[in-house]
């Protein structure tokens, strides 16, 4: 019954690969996020989602792509891999406008992946 | 542009005792969220706590508490009664009223607890 559950939760692969991640939310938000944890722990936002649709995109390089096939579902795909792409993505979900006004986020446990 | 900045890289306390992690930021909006996450050895980000611009009561949460300073730009977390399990790295953030769309991060601090 996991909230935001992501995988896989670790991957390995060579440099020039191609690798998806793949987040799923069953909060019933309507609004997801992928977000890049560097190797300092710094978080930042790459891309969200409202009803599968983008809503940012902040200057990530065109071989990330997103893709969200409906409100619960939010996809990493990554074409031709570099070692600077190592690092751990989180996928998020939050209702973009709720009650509180907070529209607090949640997270999954983070996809570590290691570009050799 | 926000900016959230967190000026201690690690912090340590002694298990039972408080200690109290800074956080800043810089905005010229005046209604904006701040948000206290936990991040343990784990790696899932947990909300801690939050805060709402326009309240003037500091939020709490258990043996959490926020220090709220709005003037200043000020949003510090407290941990009381300090447990071996509050060991994590703690991100503050900011999320504006108007555009929700994202939540910008601090560097984060790593707390230690010692016993």
């Known amino acids: 019954d996991t909230a935001v559950s992501q995988t896989p939760k670790y991957l390995v692969t060579q440099m020039g690969n191609d690798k998806s991640i793949k987040c799923e939310q069953n909060?019933?938000?309507?609004?997801m996020y992928w977000y890049k944890q560097d190797s300092k722990k710094f978080l930042k936002i790459m891309f969200s989602?409202?009803?599968?649709?983008?809503?940012i995109n902040e200057t990530v390089p065109n071989r990330f792509s997103p893709k969200s096939p409906d409100k619960a579902h939010l996809n990493l795909h990554i074409n031709s891999l570099e070692l600077g792409d190592s690092a751990v993505y989180f996928c998020?979900?939050?209702?973009?406008?709720?009650?509180?006004?907070?529209?607090?986020?949640?997270f999954g446990a983070g996809s570590r992946l290691t570009v050799l | 542009a926000q900016t959230v900045t967190q000026s201690q890289p690690e912090m340590s306390v002694q298990e039972a005792e408080t200690v109290t992690l800074s956080c800043t930021y810089d905005?010229?909006?005046?209604?904006?969220?701040l948000f206290w996450y936990k991040q343990p050895p784990s790696r899932q980000m947990i909300l801690v706590i939050r805060?709402?611009?326009?309240?003037?009561q500091n939020a709490t949460e258990n043996r959490f508490s926020v220090n709220f300073q709005k003037a200043a730009k000020s949003f510090s977390l407290k941990i009381s009664d300090s447990q071996l399990g509050d060991a994590a790295m703690y991100f503050c953030?900011?999320?504006?009223?108007?555009?929700?769309?994202?939540?910008?991060f601090g560097t984060g601090t790593r707390l230690q607890v010692f016993p």
């Open positions: 905005t010229s909006e005046s209604d904006y969220y």
């Open positions: 998020a979900s939050s209702h973009l406008f709720d009650s509180s006004g907070a529209n607090v986020l949640t």
């Open positions: 953030a900011y999320r504006s009223a108007i555009n929700t769309d994202k939540l910008i």
């Open positions: 989602y409202n009803n599968k649709e983008l809503i």
């Open positions: 805060q709402e611009a326009y309240k003037q």
């Open positions: 909060l019933g938000h309507d609004t």
